[in-house]
């Protein structure tokens, strides 16, 4: 009780006392911040820095048994946000398994997520992966997984509310352009695809909540993002609808079980890279430069018009605001797939698995260990592969994420883990967002 009062003085004034906004949206707002304030006593952990205990057993808790006192990583926040359901750690749960590890370039700047009973609705979860860049890359990652699901689920919140709620104020439909089309990842589907209203909602809350969570990076204080910025792979599982959203070149692949029961991989993404000709047709028009270095003839960059910087290796972002006025958007795409009794798990991934390992190859690993240590198992395969077929070049920052689809048939998975994802900053991550998160409603981006 005593963090909610520290919480409410901290954000009290900003809410009510600042005169922003019409009463109602003060209300609102305030409503909204004291329904975060009663979820404080509950379930499991977040914090600004990005750790604490989530509801799974990892080597903290192990440490605890040994003196009785747990020793806080540097950087991290003396303030616990806790939320049933949400994990951000290395470890497992009976449905997900989560690992990170940090490379040898640096400071770790890979984040990822699980997020049961999302939203308090049942039989839903969201996961995500979130891989930053540049000199701050490892703070927005964090921003974003922290405040872009609150701000996904208020959308869908106010859909579920109101079903006009994808219409325009005239009653007409919303339009989209071909960036904005929600994608259909399912062979055995029709191509006359008729969308249900969770998955019209849902596409529709994915393109606001980008928007949102792209101008609050804009205007945040204390995160730089000029040049920097983050990619995001999501899901959101609720019963047999997988809806994905993907900003960058992290990836989602589908474990599933062929015609003749073979396993194979379906992948659900696609890595939205600068040389794709859509990509490269939106970043031209707008003046921005596409063009491999000589020394990387195959990783196409985005640069300014007039400046060989800052050779951005993807063609989607959340931040790099250098880079949105010549072509870079965070539009996310949107897909879809009607999930089968074959489906198996969903791996999310960033980019350090996938440059080492094929997507069959993932699924491989992922199917051949145990549930509780299959992302540990993942990522410690990319690392070996990385030493292999690397040696000269540094580790990559490896994050998994393992969400399995159907129900365990093992005997209850040991959720446990050897080690805390590390720590990827000194200074925490401003969660000052987490309070204000409902009833914002703007129209999605809409980018040439």
């Known amino acids: 009780m005593t963090q909610a009062v520290e919480v409410l003085n901290r954000y009290g004034t900003d809410l009510v006392g600042e005169g922003r906004g019409s009463d109602s949206e003060c209300l609102a707002g305030f409503e909204c911040f004291l329904n975060i304030v009663r979820a404080l006593g509950m379930g499991s952990c977040i914090t600004e820095g990005g750790s604490g205990s989530p509801p799974l057993l990892t080597y903290s808790q192990e440490l605890n048994v040994d003196g009785g006192k747990r020793r806080r990583l540097r950087g991290s926040s003396t303030m616990d946000y806790k939320v049933p359901g949400r994990m951000f750690l290395n470890g497992s749960s009976e449905i997900a398994s989560m690992y990170c590890k940090q490379g040898k370039k640096g400071i770790n700047q890979d984040a990822m997520l699980v997020w049961e009973n999302f939203g308090s609705k049942e039989d839903t979860v969201f996961c995500g992966v979130f891989d930053g860049h540049g000199p701050y890359g490892h703070r927005v990652a964090k921003k974003v997984r922290d405040s872009f699901p609150l701000k996904l689920n208020a959308q869908w919140d106010l859909h579920c509310k109101n079903k006009d709620g994808f219409n325009d104020q005239n009653g007409a439909a919303t339009s989209y352009n071909s960036e904005e089309q929600i994608r259909l990842v399912d062979e055995n589907f029709d ?14 809350s994915y393109l606001k909540a980008s928007k949102i969570m792209d101008k609050e990076l804009k205007l945040h204080r204390d995160i730089d993002c000029f040049c920097s910025g983050t990619t995001a792979v999501t899901l959101i599982k609720q019963g047999p609808d997988l809806v994905v959203g993907n900003v960058g070149d992290s990836r989602a692949v589908l474990g599933t079980r062929d015609h003749d029961n073979s396993l194979i991989a379906v992948q659900l993404t696609i890595d939205l890279k600068p040389n794709l000709p859509k990509e490269e047709e939106r970043i031209k028009l707008r003046k921005g430069r596409v063009f491999s270095l000589k020394n990387e003839p195959d990783v196409a960059r985005v640069w300014l018009p007039n400046s060989d910087f800052p050779g951005l290796a993807m063609a989607r972002a959340f931040g790099d605001f250098c880079l949105k006025d010549v072509g870079l958007i965070s539009v996310p795409d949107v897909s879809y797939r009607r999930l089968t009794e074959k489906d198996e798990f969903v791996v999310l991934a960033t980019d350090g698995i996938w440059d080492v390992l094929s997507n069959q190859e993932v699924v491989e690993i992922v199917a ?81």
């Open 191 to 204: 191509h006359e695809f008729d969308e249900t209203y969770t998955i019209s909602a849902l596409r529709e």
């Open 368 to 448: 051949a260990a145990p549930r509780s240590i299959a992302a540990r198992v993942l990522v410690e395969s990319a690392v070996r592969s990385w030493r292999a077929k690397f040696p000269f070049c540094k580790v990559d920052d490896c994050a998994a994420v393992c969400l399995f689809l159907n129900s365990n048939t093992e005997s209850k998975a040991e959720h446990a883990t050897t080690e805390l994802m590390p720590d990827a900053s000194k200074n925490p991550v401003d969660q000052s967002s987490l309070p204000s998160e409902n009833g914002i409603g703007v129209e999605a981006e809409k980018q040439p």
